[in-house]
């Protein structure tokens, strides 16, 4: 059983098209993370949450907290955002980190 | 460049070898986070020191172990190596209250062959 589910697995989008991620988690959590792996291999810490909404950019990340839930979009995609975007809890018992296994987002020009 | 050093970035080395990663922080940073990503296993959380003390610890193998140093540069020592432990080993740092959570280093790669 997988702490920590991405949905979807793969992603391809025009240029221009919103684009949402979503995460789903089972354990209780004192943080949120959100990276994007790019295909060269470096990975970007996008956002972190414990609540709420951040908004960077073009990005925004959500959380709900009750539901366990968070999603990350994309406004305006761009080909630049194509790259592999992690889902990933610090759980709130051990500090510990589990890891979606990513959505791979591909966006045409 | 993301302030988190990394080296080597690639290490070719046979099974039963033993290797040494290093990692620099990014300056004021006191948190340093070990992660493997395999092929067959993701990104799994391996280990991590707060100034110089170990705080939490992940599936790291026991043929594994790490240290953070009094000047915050932290080394994970991977031993008896097997063809499985070929991976990209992460090492990202933090500080308290920055928004955007961690900072990744670019990685060291380690083929064992």
């Known amino acids: 059983k997988n702490e920590v589910e991405q949905s979807p697995q793969n992603l391809t989008a025009q240029e221009g098209e919103f684009i949402t991620i979503n995460c789903s988690y089972s354990v209780g959590i004192s943080a949120l993370h959100w990276l994007q792996q790019h295909p060269g291999g470096g990975i970007v810490s996008l956002f972190m949450l414990s609540s709420g909404k951040k908004k960077h950019g073009r990005l925004i990340a959500t959380i709900n907290i009750q539901e366990k839930h968070s999603s990350l979009h994309i406004t305006a995609s761009h080909p630049r955002d194509s790259a592999v975007y992690i889902c990933?809890?610090?759980?709130?018992?051990?500090?510990?980190?589990?890891f979606g296994t990513g959505t791979s987002l591909t966006v045409i020009p | 460049d993301s302030g988190v050093t990394q080296t080597p970035k690639h290490l070719i080395t046979a099974t039963g070898q033993r290797v040494t990663l290093r990692c620099s922080p990014r300056s004021g940073d006191l948190s340093v986070y070990w992660y493997q990503q395999s092929l067959d296993q993701g990104l799994q959380f391996l280990i991590q020191?707060?100034?110089?003390?170990?705080?939490a610890k992940g599936n790291i193998l026991e043929r594994f172990s790490a240290q953070q140093f009094p000047d915050l540069h932290s080394e994970l020592n991977l031993s008896s190596l097997e063809l499985g432990d070929s991976a990209l080993y992460f090492c990202?740092?933090?500080?308290?209250?920055?928004?955007?959570?961690?900072?990744f280093g670019s990685g060291t790669r380690l083929t064992v062959v």
């Open positions: 990933a809890v610090r759980s709130n018992t051990g500090n510990q980190f589990y």
């Open positions: 990202a740092s933090s500080t308290q209250g920055n928004n955007y959570g961690y900072t």
């Open positions: 020191y707060y100034n110089g003390e170990e705080r």
